[in-house]
């Protein structure tokens, strides 16, 4: 079940003049997935340190987007604000300018997706299922303690906003954490204990993947 770690071209194709051109290679696509304060970014430091992939938050990306005062802006924050999900097209279509432009084609995406419908959406936009899916598993109570330790004056570490990011996890996440575990994609973490012990569960994974490539 192990893919190649950089896989092969996918074939060749012929521009209008003629020219045959190898297709651009396909690329290895990690979704990180778990609760809000599960570790996922601090993780994926650890899998950026040490394998060398790219690291796309999603949840940085649309901070990145209010930030710059861009037309989504503002319903951007009211969404994270109220701990929703922000439309898939939205997301996605950052996410998509961001593997266009890199010259990296092996991506932690953390954070997304978080709704089957996030899911669809990029599956559909993007063309590519994901190779790997790592989850982050947590309880609440340990992720409500962290959450409220971030400490990044973020607007939607209150306890309020918590409560509600961990009902949308359980409604809206999990379905898509089930989804990949009947494909068999899907490698649990148990995110209790160190951050260099939770380290060591990961490793094998990415580990695996380099030695086929
Ligand atoms: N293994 C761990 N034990 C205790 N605290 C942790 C651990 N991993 C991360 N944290 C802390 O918990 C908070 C949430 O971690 P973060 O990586 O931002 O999670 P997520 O991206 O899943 O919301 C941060 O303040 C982080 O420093
Ligand atoms: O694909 C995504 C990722 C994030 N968010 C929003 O951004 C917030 C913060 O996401 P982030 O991944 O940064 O939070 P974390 O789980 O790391 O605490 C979420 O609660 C959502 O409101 C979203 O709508 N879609
Ligand atoms: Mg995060």
Redesign the pocket.
């Known amino acids: 079940r192990l893919n190649a770690w950089e896989p092969l071209t996918t074939g060749i194709a012929k521009q209008a003049n003629g020219v045959v051109v190898p297709k651009e290679k396909t690329p290895f696509i990690t979704f990180v997935l778990?609760?809000?304060?599960?570790?996922?970014?601090?993780?994926?430091i650890k899998i950026v340190e040490t394998f060398g992939l790219r690291h796309l938050?999603a949840?940085d990306l649309l901070r990145r987007e209010i930030a710059s005062n861009s037309a989504d802006g503002a319903m951007i924050l009211n969404t994270i604000k109220e701990g929703k999900i922000v439309p898939s097209q939205v997301t996605v279509k950052l996410i998509q300018k961001e593997m266009e432009s890199s010259d990296n084609n092996k991506f932690l995406i953390?954070?997304f997706p978080r709704t089957e419908e996030n899911r669809v959406s990029f599956e559909r936009i993007i063309g590519v299922e994901p190779n790997v899916v790592l989850f982050?598993d947590c309880p609440e109570e340990?992720?409500m303690k962290?959450?409220l330790?971030?400490?990044?004056g973020r607007v939607d570490d209150n306890l309020e906003t918590i409560k509600k990011r961990l009902k949308i996890f359980e409604a809206l996440s999990l379905p898509v954490i089930n989804y990949y575990s009947q494909k068999g994609k899907l490698y649990t973490i148990k995110?209790?204990?160190?951050?260099d012990?939770?380290f060591e569960q990961v490793r094998p994974i990415f580990t695996a993947f380099e030695a086929v490539g």
Do not use: W, Y
């Open positions: 778990g609760g809000p304060g599960s570790g996922k970014g601090t993780q994926c938050s949840g953390d954070g982050f340990e992720m962290r959450l330790n971030r400490n990044q995110a209790v204990g160190t951050e012990e939770i």
